[in-house]
Antibody, heavy 123, light 108 residues
Framework: QVQLQESGPGLVKSSETLSLTCSVSGSSITSTGYYWGWTRQPPGKGLECLGTIYYTGTTYYSPSFSSRVTMSVDTSKSQLSLKLSSVTAADTAVYFC???????????????WGQGILVTVSS | SDELTQPPSVSVSPGQTARISCSGDALAQKYAYWYQQKSGQAPVLVIYDDTKRPPGIPERFSGSTSGTMVTLTITGAQVEDDGDYYCYSVATSGNYVVFGGGTKLTVL
């Protein structure tokens, strides 16, 4: 059973960079059958996919975030990381990491999720 | 912007059939996926590849497709099915994935 756990600061100042880590256990992060992704959910709003990454480091970012987001994978630690730069109050959200099953489109679809971590951007 | 369009809300009484639609041009060629999210929890996959049900998902959940629209049907909805439902697929305008805006299902 795969387990994902997000960690990082719960409070980030406006204009700074949000940095989160996702620790993966119960599944090899180098499995060829999966991508790994980040999705967020602002309070009271819907889900937004930020992007996905393959264990080789190949990334696919959603256009809405591509200028500000960086994802990476550390296979030795079985961890993913997310960086979102120049944050504003609009970036306040619960951030989820997820394992995505490969499909006939890049990035695949999420099948297993972390519990999420609330990040608040303060001014 | 929502390249996958869902109704904001659907309401049914227990035992009735709930139908939640999701429309988008890419759905004519790409599979759709459905997620259930209860308050304060991570989403759960309930339908994949338009019509398939993951292990552990009750049989009352089913998916269908017609052209550029997919539909999640809950036959005999239960109070515990109350929550938000999101479709997910490829965006029309580019090579990336998106969630629909979400539909709040009320069963009472």
């Amino acid at each position: 059973q795969v387990q994902l756990q997000e960690s990082g600061p719960g409070l980030v100042k406006s204009s700074e960079t949000l940095s989160l880590t996702c620790s993966v256990s119960g599944s090899s992060i180098t499995s060829t059958g999966y991508y790994w992704g980040w999705t967020r959910q602002p309070p009271g709003k819907g889900l937004e996919c930020l992007g996905t990454i393959y264990y080789t480091g190949t990334t696919y970012y959603s256009p809405s975030f591509s200028s500000r987001v960086t994802m990476s994978v550390d296979t030795s630690k079985s961890q993913l990381s997310l960086k979102l730069s120049s944050v504003t109050a609009a970036d306040t959200a619960v951030y989820f990491c997820a394992r995505h099953k490969r499909a006939d489109f890049w990035g695949g679809y999420p099948t297993d999720w972390g519990q999420g971590i609330l990040v608040t951007v303060s001014s | 912007s929502d390249e996958l369009t869902q109704p904001p809300s659907v309401s049914v009484s227990p035992g009735q059939t709930a139908r939640i639609s999701c429309s988008g041009d890419a759905l004519a060629q790409k599979y759709a996926y459905w997620y259930q999210q209860k308050s304060g929890q991570a989403p759960v996959l309930v339908i994949y590849d338009d019509t398939k049900r993951p292990p552990g998902i009750p049989e009352r959940f089913s998916g269908s497709t017609s052209g550029t629209m997919v539909t999640l049907t809950i036959t005999g909805a239960q109070v515990e099915d109350d929550g938000d439902y999101y479709c997910y697929s490829v965006a029309t305008s580019g090579n990336y994935v998106v969630f629909g805006g979400g539909t709040k299902l009320t069963v009472l």
